[in-house]
């Protein structure tokens, strides 16, 4: 027995020792099938690569965006050229060749950003500034207040030189009695301030987003503006003054909520909108309707080829002679681009417009009209024009509903369901009703595929789902397409002949029932569900999961589950700060230890209701403010949570010094001196010249009891658009 024990303890150890080495070869051979099924998959469907080409050019872009300082000009163009240089060595070398041409794509969304950058670049106002100024109007809106948002390129400053004026100005006029007209230089007084800051850090960025579009100052006008000089007879003057007639025609004809929203879907002006329809639309899911972009596009530009191809073909000898069809196709692009002008041409039209021109120009050369090759060149354009666009909410929706729906409809399941649905040899009245089924169907999936693929960026951006999206697109959008749509169309073309009152009596008709329709939904319990804010990670992999199921035609699409996945199962992760501190120092807010936020101030505020939706808190900020956490007296208030710090808000300089005895966290508005800030005994210290220097400030409890901070200086980096604020001593010295 001990001979035969001795033989099996050898191969007993010897199988032990093979068993890792078994583990590890099963390993690698997996992963060397993985790797060659996901290169076979890649290579097979080579003619998908191009789709990928703005994904890359947004990989780019996002790398401009992420830095923390500027980069030269030339880093950009240095990028692109060695990147280049790489792929025309390696054009023949398969999967490097392959690499070298992702690095080109990523290096032309950082050029683009860089030059964008230093075309749009123009001074901004540092600090207040009143006085008078003579400037050309650019454009007018008018506000659901009453008052005028003028755009203004100003021509001189007091005090200012030429260098340091800013190249254009909004300036909001509440006097009454004012009338102006785009491209008259006028004279006014106004007090004008820098663009604002985020209210906390990591917010949107105000400031960023008008640095793209020049504006260099924001406030208001204390005196009517006065002519100067009346404008010139220029096409930008022409145009401008046509958008502001048929915006006035429109609203003052059909009048009330449906004048301003059908203005809106006409020439893009929708600050005279009321709230009470704003929220409506937005609880039924409609706020796309009001903004003009692919469906408003798509529906001008569709009903004119329709209705010129539909003329065209009651006359035999044309349509059997000659290609009606490309005609319609060259009339619709002709009425594209001119509702393309009268909207004003925002972002989302322009980008809706590059959309609708691929697609009638590929009817003109017998191509397909839709596909995802056109979306991709679209988003080329859009990203090699504006890189900015790719930060904003109008982007990611529009897009991403285009590419979910043109993969929808591409899959040959769906396409199989579609032609059955069709269906042959009906009689007139089954036809007639498989018809209405087809389209409330067709509306239905399409309303869908859309909702799904624009909630992750619309819960993202504005922290709100609207929960009956589906229903209140059920609803209305057949009225948009049947009504109010070609009603718009004939609006234009009738209004030069001032025949357009029927046309727009039927338009005000049909936003009337959409806004009924939102009205209904709107009061329907839980129709606005508010969220909290996201990290940007979530969506970062929400959108690559999406895009890889989207993009790829074989079953290796469906691995985009996974960062889908993830990304939802990390959606609600981002950690929120529990203390917030605005720019000014005029309002803060603690969190309990329950995780809710309680305000400083009752008073209402952009900021206060920011702070409140990022949290996913539906509280107005007056019950966010109903606290006993806070006790308050001459000499400030003291803010005192269960297992929480004690913050102290002084408003003395008496206060300082009795609250850094009793408080971890001191919140000053005014400015300490050095020698007082070295014997408080606070472990936080904010005073005003922190809040001057850094901008909104956050502060987060650790669990080893320390206490981080967090400032929207930091998080913003020393970019152009962010202001270059004094040192300590000099700001102490201005005092």
Same mark, same amino acid.
């Given at each position: 027995?001990?001979?035969?024990?001795?033989?099996?303890?050898?191969?007993?150890a010897?199988d032990a020792?093979?068993?890792?080495i078994?583990?590890?070869?099963?390993f690698w051979e997996?992963?060397?099938f993985?790797?060659?099924?996901l290169?076979?998959s890649?290579?097979?469907e080579?003619d998908r690569w191009?789709?990928w080409?703005?994904v890359?050019?947004g990989f780019?872009i996002?790398?401009?965006?992420?830095?923390?300082?500027?980069?030269?000009?030339w880093s950009?163009l240095?990028?692109?050229?060695v990147?280049?240089a790489?792929?025309?060595?390696?054009r023949?070398?398969?999967?490097?060749?392959v690499?070298?041409a992702?690095?080109?794509?990523?290096a032309i969304?950082f050029?683009?950003?860089?030059?964008?950058?230093?075309?749009?670049?123009?001074p901004? @106002?540092t600090?207040?500034?009143a006085g008078?100024l003579?400037?050309?109007?650019?454009a007018?809106?008018?506000t659901?207040k009453?008052?005028?948002s003028?755009?203004?390129?100003?021509?001189?400053?007091?005090?200012l030189s030429?260098?340091?004026?800013?190249?254009?100005?909004?300036?909001?006029?509440?006097?009454p %009695?004012?009338?102006? /007209?785009p491209?008259?230089t006028?004279?006014?007084r106004?007090?004008?301030?820098?663009?604002?800051e985020?209210?906390?850090?990591g917010?949107?960025d105000y400031?960023?987003?008008?640095?793209? /579009?020049?504006?260099g100052g924001?406030?208001?006008?204390?005196? #009517?503006?006065?002519l100067?000089?009346?404008?010139?007879d220029?096409w930008?003057t022409?145009?401008?003054?046509?958008r502001a007639?048929?915006t006035?025609?429109?609203?003052?004809?059909?009048?009330?909520?449906?004048g301003?929203?059908a203005a809106? @879907?006409?020439?893009?002006e929708?600050?005279?909108i009321p709230?009470?329809a704003v929220?409506?639309?937005r609880?039924?899911g409609l706020?796309h309707v009001l903004?003009i972009?692919g469906?408003h596009?798509v529906l001008?530009?569709?009903?004119?080829?329709w209705?010129?191809r539909?003329?065209?073909?009651?006359?035999p000898?044309?349509a059997q002679r000659y290609?009606i069809?490309?005609?319609?196709?060259a009339?619709?692009?002709?009425g594209?681009?001119c509702?393309l002008?009268i909207?004003?041409?925002?972002?989302?039209?322009?980008?809706?417009y590059i959309m609708?021109v691929?697609?009638?120009?590929?009817?003109?050369?017998?191509?397909?009209?839709?596909?995802?090759?056109?979306?991709?060149?679209a988003a080329l354009?859009?990203?090699?024009?504006?890189?900015?666009?790719?930060l904003g909410?109008?982007f990611?929706?529009s897009?991403?509903?285009?590419?979910?729906?043109?993969?929808?409809?591409?899959?040959?399941?769906?396409?199989?369901l579609?032609?059955?649905?069709?269906g042959?040899?009906?009689?007139?009245?089954?036809?007639l009703?498989?018809? #209405?089924?087809?389209h409330?169907?067709?509306i239905?999936?399409t309303?869908?595929v859309a909702?799904?693929?624009t909630?992750?960026?619309?819960?993202?951006h504005?922290?709100r789902i609207?929960i009956?999206?589906m229903?209140g697109?059920m609803?209305?959008?057949?009225i948009v397409?049947?009504?109010?749509?070609?009603a718009?169309?004939?609006?234009?073309?009738?209004?030069?002949?001032?025949?357009d009152?029927p046309?727009?009596w039927i338009m005000?008709?049909g936003v009337?029932?959409m806004?009924?329709?939102?009205q209904i939904i709107s009061d329907?319990?839980?129709?606005?569900?508010?969220?909290?804010?996201?990290?940007?990670?979530?969506l970062?992999?929400v959108?690559?999961?999406?895009?890889?199921?989207a993009l790829?035609?074989g079953h290796w699409r469906?691995?985009g589950?996974?960062?889908?996945?993830?990304?939802f199962a990390?959606?609600g992760?981002?950690?929120?700060a529990?203390?917030?501190?605005?720019r000014?120092?005029?309002l803060?807010?603690?969190?309990?230890?329950d995780?809710?936020?309680?305000?400083?101030a009752?008073k209402?505020s952009?900021?206060?209701? /920011?702070?409140?939706?990022?949290?996913?808190?539906?509280?107005?900020?007056a019950?966010?403010a109903?606290t006993?956490?806070?006790k308050?007296d001459a000499?400030?208030c003291?803010w005192?949570?269960? %297992?929480?710090p004690v913050?102290?808000?002084?408003?003395t300089?008496d206060a300082?010094?009795?609250?850094c005895r009793?408080?971890?966290?001191?919140?000053?508005?005014?400015? @300490?001196p050095?020698s007082m800030?070295?014997d408080c005994?606070?472990?936080?210290i904010?005073?005003?010249?922190?809040l001057?220097?850094?901008?909104?400030?956050?502060?987060?409890?650790?669990?080893?009891?320390?206490?981080?901070?967090?400032t929207?200086?930091?998080m913003?980096g020393?970019r152009?658009?962010v202001?270059?604020? /004094?040192?300590?001593r000099e700001a102490?010295k201005?005092q």
């Open positions: 027995m001990s001979i035969a024990g001795d033989e099996a303890a050898p191969d007993a010897e020792f093979d068993r890792p078994s583990l590890a070869s099963r997996g992963t060397r993985a790797g060659g099924f290169a076979e890649f290579f097979s080579n191009f789709l080409s703005p890359l050019l780019g996002a790398l401009y965006f992420s830095l923390s300082f500027e980069p030269p000009l950009g240095a990028a692109v050229a990147s280049a790489a792929l025309a060595l390696l023949q070398r398969g999967a490097s060749a690499f070298a992702v690095l080109l794509c990523i969304g050029a683009a950003s860089t030059i964008r950058n230093w075309s749009v670049s123009a901004v @106002l600090k207040p500034w008078e003579t400037a050309r109007l650019v007018t809106e008018l659901q009453g008052a005028i003028a755009l203004f390129e100003p021509l001189s400053m007091e005090r030429p260098d340091d004026m800013p190249a254009r100005l909004r300036i909001s006029i509440r006097i %009695g004012v009338s102006m /007209q491209g008259e006028l004279r006014l106004a007090r004008l301030l820098p663009p604002p985020p209210v906390e850090p917010g949107f400031a960023r987003q008008v640095w793209f /579009q020049s504006l924001v406030g208001y006008a204390f005196t #009517a503006p006065e100067i000089a009346p404008p010139p220029d930008t022409w145009l401008a003054t046509l007639n048929i006035r025609r429109v609203q003052t004809e059909i009048g009330g909520a449906a301003a929203v809106a @879907l006409i020439t893009g929708q600050r005279a709230e009470k929220v409506d639309l609880n039924a706020s903004s972009s469906l596009m001008f530009g569709g009903s004119l080829f209705l010129v539909a003329g065209l073909a009651l006359v000898s044309l290609p069809k490309k005609w319609g196709a009339a619709a692009l002709v594209a681009t509702y002008l909207s004003g041409a925002d972002v989302a039209a322009r980008r809706a609708i691929l697609m009638f120009i590929a009817v003109l050369l017998d191509r397909q009209a839709i596909s995802m090759r056109n979306v991709a060149l354009v859009v990203l090699l024009w504006q890189p900015e666009s790719l909410a109008s990611h929706m897009f991403a509903a285009v590419v979910a729906l043109i993969a929808f409809y591409e899959s040959p399941f769906v396409q199989r579609t032609a059955a649905a069709r042959q040899g009906d009689g007139y009245i089954f036809g009703i498989r018809f #209405a089924a087809n409330i169907v067709g239905l999936l309303t869908t909702g799904f693929a909630g992750a960026y619309a819960a993202f504005f922290d609207a009956y999206g229903a697109n609803g209305a959008l057949p397409s049947a009504i109010v749509m070609p718009a169309l004939a609006v234009l073309v009738l209004m030069p002949f001032g025949l009152g046309a727009l005000g008709k009337d029932a806004l009924w329709v939102a329907w319990e839980g129709s606005d569900r508010m969220v909290a804010t996201a990290p940007m990670s979530s970062v992999l959108t690559l999961g999406g895009l890889w199921m790829w035609r469906f691995i589950l996974a960062p889908l996945v993830v990304g990390f959606w992760s981002d950690r929120r529990d203390v917030l501190i605005d000014d120092g005029a803060a807010a603690i969190r309990a230890i995780g809710t936020l309680t305000l400083t009752a209402p952009y900021t206060a209701e /920011q702070w409140l939706r990022h949290d996913g808190d539906a509280r107005t900020p019950e966010a109903k006993s956490l806070i308050c000499l400030g003291i005192r949570g269960e %297992g929480r913050v102290a808000f002084p408003t300089l300082v010094k009795e609250d009793n408080a971890e966290i001191v919140i000053a508005r005014m400015g @300490l050095r800030r070295k005994g606070a472990k936080i904010v005073d005003r010249f922190d001057w220097r850094n901008g909104a400030t956050a502060l987060y409890f650790e669990t080893d009891g320390t206490i981080r901070r967090e929207a200086r930091e913003r020393d152009p658009w202001l270059r604020r /004094q040192s300590g102490r201005a």
